[in-house]
């Protein structure tokens, strides 16, 4: 059958065809909401560690997070980026602030915490988005993640750009949560990962369980 899955741990969206008995033995909850997908989880439990694209995320390092968006983007991708910031992720915990000209920090003290891309590194068809850690503050904090959109529309879509962000943080998909849920367990909002409804506002939300996550978490400074 085709599914929407992810490749390994990865944070990323991807159409492959698989066998129903991939997932045997994998057990899923049906406790809405009563769930950690906070990184790290039993199930998300690798150390986050300096990595290139189709290495691992982490989470951030603190509350206030600061993004910046490279050339490369349309104007609307860049609106659809900082929106899905303000949006999303502004009404959580997290301080949210765009860094841009000199104010982009890409080493040091105090590098920017999001980097966004377009095509780099060049996507494979079928993959809308990744995100990964570029320097690690621990086995489980990471003080900059760069992520990059597919190689095949440079306008991506808020629910990309609002999972990856997710990632970013430390949110993971529901195969990697504790217990584990469904892919498309509509409480993780634009964490799912299955389906084909990327463009509709319950896949682009953050939702509030995710919200939850995310303020247990970080204090706003």
Not at 53 to 76: K, V
Not at 86 to 94: I, K, M, N, W
Request: glycine content about 8%.
């Amino acid at each position: 059958m085709y599914v929407r899955v992810t490749r390994s741990a990865k944070k990323m969206f991807t159409v492959a065809a698989m066998v129903g008995s991939l997932f045997t033995g994998t057990v899923f909850t049906a406790q809405a909401a009563s769930f950690d997908n906070m990184f790290k989880t039993e199930n998300a439990d690798w150390d986050c560690s300096d990595g290139d694209a189709w290495d691992e995320y982490c989470r951030t390092d603190n509350g206030y997070l600061t993004f910046a968006i490279e050339p490369g983007m349309t104007d609307t991708g860049d609106a659809d980026v900082r929106a899905s910031l303000r949006e999303e992720y502004g009404p959580t915990d997290l301080e949210v602030h765009e860094h841009t000209g000199n104010e982009i920090e890409y080493d040091g003290s105090s590098e920017t915490d999001i980097i966004f891309d377009y095509n780099d590194p060049s996507l494979p068809a079928g993959i809308l988005g990744i995100a990964w850690c570029n320097d690690a503050t621990s086995d489980y904090e990471c003080d900059q993640h760069y992520v990059s959109f597919d190689n095949s529309n440079s306008d991506p879509w808020k629910a990309v750009v609002c999972h990856e962000t997710g990632h970013a943080v430390g949110l993971t998909h529901g195969h990697e949560a504790y217990p584990r849920q469904s892919q498309k367990d509509s409480d993780l909002g634009c964490m799912r990962t299955e389906g084909d409804e990327y463009d509709t506002p319950s896949w682009t939300d953050l939702g509030s369980h995710n919200v939850g996550e995310i303020n247990d978490i970080y204090v706003k400074p």
